[in-house]
């Protein structure tokens, strides 16, 4: 049974940088089956796509063009765990992150974690 | 990068009815498309993936269709447990986005 469980500060200050962990168990990150990816959901409103680790072995990532300058994925293959980090957040950041993997080519098939609630404010 | 454009943004249906929510992709996807059914303070839950294959244990009441740019989700007999909030997410490429959601309201 594949689980992935977000893990971070659930408070961050304006300016400063988010960053979170997911734990991944019942899959191995460097399997290479899976693309590993972050979303998010503001209170309220929808679902926002943050970015992909699209390969674990070659670590090639891609983010969401209007997050792009501040966010940054990388998967830590020896404690099966990859990791956002997102500068300079605002007021606007606060949200739940969920951590999510894809099984390659099956267009949407995977698994999510159960969120975290990340809260800006001073 | 594809936008995702989704309607509506609320629906407001009758337990018995039939609905349906339109996804338009800015540019051609292929069948790169997949419907999720949220609920509040849960995790989204896949129901189609690739436009119209209905994933393992989702009730065959829900239906996709559509490829290139334009896309549906048809619920042909509303239950008292689909009042819910709706979402498709595209994966061509390297950018995945979501539609604005479409929140099934009870009429």
């Known amino acids: 049974q594949v689980q992935l469980q977000e893990s971070g500060p659930g408070l961050v200050k304006p300016s400063q940088t988010l960053s979170l962990t997911c734990t991944v168990s019942g899959a191995s990150i460097r399997s290479g089956v899976f693309h590993w990816s972050w979303i998010r959901q503001a209170p309220g409103k929808g679902l926002e796509w943050i970015g992909l680790i699209y390969d674990s072995d070659t670590g090639n990532t891609y983010y969401n063009p209007s997050l792009e300058s501040r966010a940054s994925m990388s998967a830590d293959m020896s404690n099966n765990q990859f990791s956002l980090r997102l500068n300079s957040v605002t007021a606007a950041d606060t949200a739940v992150y969920f951590c999510?993997?894809?099984?390659?080519?099956?267009?949407?098939?995977?698994?999510w974690g159960h969120g975290t609630l990340v809260t800006v404010s001073s | 990068d594809i936008q995702m454009t989704q309607s509506p943004s609320t629906l407001s249906a009758s337990v018995g009815d039939s609905v349906t929510i339109t996804c338009r992709a800015s540019q051609s996807i292929n069948y790169w498309l997949a419907w999720f059914q949220q609920k509040p303070g849960k995790v989204p839950k896949l129901l189609i993936s690739k436009a119209s294959t209905l994933e393992t244990g989702v009730p065959s009441r829900f239906s996709g269709s559509g490829s290139e740019t334009e896309f549906t989700l048809t619920i042909s007999s509303l239950q008292p447990d689909d009042f819910a909030t709706y979402f498709c997410q595209h994966y061509l490429g390297t950018s995945w986005t979501f539609g604005q959601g479409t929140r099934v309201e009870l009429q």
């Open positions: 999510v993997n894809y099984y390659k080519g099956q267009g949407g098939r995977g698994y």
